[in-house]
Nanobody, 126 residues
């Protein structure tokens, strides 16, 4: 059973940066793609960024383009989300998710993802 564990969340001022990490708990991890989602209070969960695991093709939601960067370290079974120029609107619980079957990068349908992390709270103060 794959477990995804996020870390790196916290409290930051507007304009600041955070770097999230998501580690898979298994020795051999080779999903088709990984994604970061977020869910703000009272809102639906939305996809933020995604990357294929082997080739590194990326996808970003329009609202984070130019500010967030998704990357992965295959040797460490880890995917990262570097978040810059944060604003209070980025406050949310951030989740990583693994897609094991071939699909569309940046897929928003949660049912397409097979494993989820527990989430990490990111709060941006104004």
């Amino acid at each position: 059973q794959v477990q995804l564990v996020e870390s790196g969340g916290g409290l930051v001022q507007s304009g600041g940066s955070l770097r999230l990490s998501c580690v898979a708990s298994v020795r051999t991890f080779s999903p088709y793609a990984m994604a970061w989602f977020r869910q703000a209070a009272g809102k639906e969960r939305e996809v933020v960024a995604a990357t294929t695991w082997n080739v590194g093709i990326t996808h970003y939601a329009n609202f984070v383009k130019g500010r967030f960067t998704i990357s992965r370290d295959n040797a460490k079974n880890t995917v990262y989300l570097q978040m810059n120029s944060l604003s209070p609107e980025d406050t949310a619980v951030y989740y990583c998710a693994a897609m094991t079957r071939i699909g569309r990068i940046g897929e928003s349908a949660e049912s397409r993802y097979d494993y989820w992390g527990q989430g990490t709270q990111d709060t941006v103060s104004s």
